[in-house]
């Protein structure tokens, strides 16, 4: 056990090229409930669930870490609809792994946003021994 007792996550800071860009990805795109701007116009928040996430607008853009990301639990029908809207809108897709081992077990749709952040949607209810289409499978259905 730790010295100190955290009680909770206040919020994540995601941090944004275009506050606007990112306001329309994160709020008409993937749906999460805006909360409002904070910080004059320099951060946004969002919901979902109990979480807030706050989008930050980079001083300077640069390329993110790799294995830096943000992950979102989806149904699967929510990820195989995100994998069609995120084909139709061109969204960078990095992969999409059937994970049968490890803590977080499920398939995961890794992405990019429009600032290159990596985000992941994951379908907690697979599980080894289920069919693993590819995203091309998916998107063609």
Request: glycine share 10%.
């Amino acid at each position: 056990m730790g010295i100190l007792k955290i009680e909770g996550v206040t919020h994540w800071s995601i941090p944004v090229n275009d506050l606007e860009e990112s306001e329309a990805f994160y709020g008409d795109l993937l749906g999460l409930d805006f909360i409002g701007r904070l910080g004059g116009t320099l951060m946004s928040c969002y919901g979902v669930g109990e979480h807030r996430i706050l989008l930050c607008v980079r001083e300077k853009p640069g390329e993110p870490e790799d294995r830096i990301h943000h992950s979102l639990t989806v149904t699967p029908e929510t990820l195989e609809l995100a994998c069609k809207v995120f084909k139709e809108r061109e969204v960078p897709i990095v992969d999409l792994i059937y994970r049968a081992t490890g803590t977080f077990i499920g398939r995961e749709l890794y992405f990019l946003d429009p600032s290159g952040n990596k985000l992941e949607l994951r379908d907690p209810t697979w599980s080894k021994g289920m069919p693993e289409p590819t995203y091309d499978e998916i998107t063609a259905s």
